[in-house]
């Protein structure tokens, strides 16, 4: 339950981070700056989806507020739900900075929370012990 708890806060942080200078003005200013370079790879581009980087980085911000909340707060099957969406939203940020040719470092942090958050998944669906 820690993992899940500290997992899903620290995703609301992130989320938060995209949608207001109040926590970090510089690293505001630093989201905004890459999500021009990240809409232009955005992945939903082969499906005819081409977001403005500004709507971008409010939707992934929302997206990571809100299942962060919910994956460290809310009933079980919210945390599944939330665990999917930011695992689906990890994916996209490795493919993005993988497309952008950035430095395995780069990839490291999005690599290790969707490592954390199928662990999480996993470690759910384990049978119970007797």
């Not at 690293?27 to 955005?42: I, Y």
């Not at 497309?99 to 049978?127: D, K, Q, S």
Request: glycine share 8%; proline share 5%; net charge neutral.
């Amino acid at each position: 339950a820690a993992l899940r708890v500290l997992l899903g806060l620290f995703f609301l942080l992130t989320g938060v981070a995209k949608l207001s200078d109040q926590l970090s003005a510089d690293l505001h200013r630093h989201m905004k700056s890459q999500f021009v370079r990240f809409a232009e790879v955005c992945p939903l581009k082969e499906f005819g989806f081409a977001p403005e980087p500004g709507q971008y980085l409010e939707a992934v911000g929302w997206a990571e507020a809100v299942a962060g909340l919910l994956l460290a707060f809310g009933p079980q099957l919210l945390q599944e739900i939330s665990n999917f969406v930011l695992s689906v939203i990890m994916i996209g940020a490795i493919y993005t900075l993988l497309v952008l040719r950035e430095t395995l470092a780069m990839c490291a942090p999005a690599t290790l929370c969707l490592g954390l958050l199928l662990l999480l998944n996993i470690r759910g669906h384990a049978a119970p012990t007797k």
